[in-house]
């Protein structure tokens, strides 16, 4: 139980929701007005693409984390 109470807290977890939670509204509200679902899924997957750039920049470094003398630069 400790283990969801610590996820909750976590700042990729509730994006995450929240994206998931807007994508099926928005996707939901595309359905219900008969637009094309090929074009929708599309634009859909490039809402998201900074979403999943920013939860792999997260899990590399968090924002917190301070670089190391001896780590190498991000080029």
Do not use: C, H, Q
């Given at each position: 139980?400790k283990t969801?109470?610590?996820?909750?807290?976590?700042?990729?977890?509730?994006?995450?929701?929240?994206?998931?939670?807007?994508?099926?509204?928005?996707?939901?509200?595309?359905?219900?007005?008969?637009?094309?679902?090929?074009?929708?899924?599309?634009?859909?997957?490039l809402l998201?693409a900074p979403?999943?750039?920013?939860?792999?920049?997260?899990?590399?470094?968090?924002?917190?984390?301070?670089?190391?003398?001896?780590?190498?630069?991000?080029?």
């Amino acid at each position: 139980m400790k283990t969801f109470a610590k996820m909750s807290k976590s700042k990729r977890f509730r994006l995450t929701i929240l994206v998931l939670a807007m994508n099926f509204a928005i996707f939901t509200y595309g359905i219900y007005s008969d637009s094309d679902l090929s074009s929708l899924g599309t634009g859909l997957s490039l809402l998201n693409a900074p979403l999943y750039a920013y939860i792999l920049g997260e899990s590399y470094r968090p924002s917190g984390d301070k670089p190391s003398k001896d780590s190498d630069p991000i080029v």
